[in-house]
């Protein structure tokens, strides 16, 4: 897969332009002889294979828990899903609302 492949919805990590102290300091990572504010390409897509394996694990644990509790609507599977995964801090809150929008695709709700 190519770093290109990222959907465009899939979010980007914000980093703040400067960060507070005696002198301005300005956040970026030297890669590849650059410096760089915010993720780079590759990283972006490293973190959307990370959510979209997720996503494709979710989905046989929400159909089981939909199946086990009938009497729920689908949203209420998918907020206990969310609830879930917020509490294992794998994913950053943007991602995880990717992650659940996601998933509702690939159940087809």
């Given amino acids: ?39 780079t390409r590759e990283e972006r897509h490293e973190r959307w294979l990370i959510c979209e394996d997720l996503a494709d694990q979710l989905v046989p644990v929400a159909r ?12 209420q599977t998918l ?6 995964v917020a509490r294992k801090g794998w994913v950053s809150p943007d991602e995880l609302a990717w992650l659940m929008r996601r998933l509702r695709t690939l159940l087809g709700w």
Avoid at 14 to 39: E, H
Avoid at 66 to 75: F, N, S
Avoid at 79 to 84: L, S
């Fill in 1 to 39: 897969m190519e770093t290109s492949d990222v959907p465009e919805g899939f979010p980007r990590e914000s980093m703040p332009a400067v960060v507070p102290g005696g002198q301005p300091k300005i956040c970026v990572a030297l890669t590849g002889g650059r410096y760089v504010a915010g993720q």
């Fill in 64 to 75: 089981k828990d939909a199946a086990k509790h009938p009497e729920y609507p689908p949203e």
């Fill in 79 to 84: 907020e206990r899903a969310r609830v879930a």
